[in-house]
């Protein structure tokens, strides 16, 4: 089975950093084929395997930092790439790019424009990436992206307001060009109302009883005792249950599920649970048909964490070839920078 959107291609992209494929059906879903894909996390290639098929010429390659530019086609569309966000995360050290994660990755990211020259690039990240030592990480990375050749643009959005997703996920998206008109005609998603509920994200039927929490642990009579409203999610504080207001999912992160913790609760008919990996899955704007492969709770949780709101992604990724089919404007087809 596959999660393929579409059969009709219009563009190529290369999928770095793949995770369980989020991005890579969102930028299915508007033409584009995926030539080469990079995940290194063994887990979630489990997952992705499961949902995808691939042409005999579709190359992986596990670890991005062993990429070459023979890895490549000629002539590569765009380069997409949601690079490792926990060097920035707010629920981290902040390490940036001294954290390897961080900066190691980052130049390999760098060295791959430099000798693959996509047409353009799309990177995500957290939020945090923008305040980080004060500015300068920030600085710094957009100095070497110009160093590569490439006019950029970047965004924070959200899923709850451009994606008609009700789950509260703030995220920046780089948008890079090798051409100025084509970054000064791109435009990024505008936002949409929010119509769906998070009742709409729920699972019908019956749910596993391993998902409820009993009265058989403190945690349990702790959580059965403070959470009792229907259609709020709440987050469990060691001690404390903390509703969201805002009637939307919080930020999904890579921890859930870590001893137990960190996954949103909700309330039905039979009480207090844990949302599941699919109710996880609908949170992030994944297709119904996308398939869970047997696994660690933990790991699928991590998963969906880990990965992006793929309607958002739809909206970006349309943007995109939007700008790449729009009749060029030689007149500012000068050549790209080479330098800061």
Request: hydrophobic content about 35%; charged content about 25%; glycine content about 8%.
């Amino acid at each position: 089975m596959t999660t393929k959107i579409t059969t009709q291609h219009s563009f190529t992209f290369a999928d770095l950093f793949a995770g369980i494929g989020g991005m890579r059906i969102g930028f299915e879903a508007v033409g584009g084929e995926c030539v080469l894909t990079s995940e290194i996390d063994q887990k979630a290639m489990e997952t992705y395997s499961a949902n995808f098929i691939d042409s005999e010429s579709h190359k992986f390659v596990a670890d991005v930092t062993k990429l070459t530019r023979e890895d490549f086609p000629e002539n590569l569309d765009v380069l997409v790439a949601g690079f490792p966000c926990q060097p920035y995360s707010m629920a981290g050290p902040r390490r940036g790019l001294e954290d390897k994660r961080g900066g190691d990755i980052f130049d390999a990211l760098m060295h791959l424009l430099k000798e693959v020259k996509p047409r353009a690039f799309l990177f995500e990240n957290v939020k945090g990436v923008l305040g980080h030592d004060e500015g300068k990480t920030l600085d710094h990375m957009l100095g070497l992206m110009l160093d590569q050749g490439y006019h950029v643009r970047y965004e924070t959005l959200n899923s709850m307001t451009h994606a008609n997703i009700p789950q509260n996920r703030e995220r920046v998206f780089f948008v890079g060009f090798r051409y100025p008109y084509e970054a000064k005609i791109f435009n990024y998603p505008k936002p949409v109302e929010l119509t769906k509920t998070i009742s709409d994200c729920f699972e019908k039927g019956l749910v596993d009883d391993k998902f409820y929490y009993t009265d058989r642990t403190e945690v349990g009579k702790l959580i059965q005792h403070h959470i009792k409203e229907k259609d709020t999610i709440y987050q469990w504080r060691r001690s404390y249950a903390r509703d969201n207001k805002s009637n939307v999912c919080p930020t999904l992160t890579a921890n859930m599920g870590t001893g137990g913790n960190n996954v949103p609760i909700i309330v039905d008919d039979s009480g207090p649970r844990k949302l599941t990996p699919r109710e996880v899955s609908n949170f992030q704007g994944f297709p119904e048909e996308f398939i869970l492969p047997l696994m660690g709770l933990s790991n699928l949780y991590k998963q969906f964490g880990n990965s992006v709101t793929v309607p958002l992604i739809s909206r970006v990724a349309a943007q995109i070839k939007q700008t790449l089919d729009t009749p060029t404007n030689f007149s500012l087809m000068h050549p790209p920078p080479t330098h800061r």
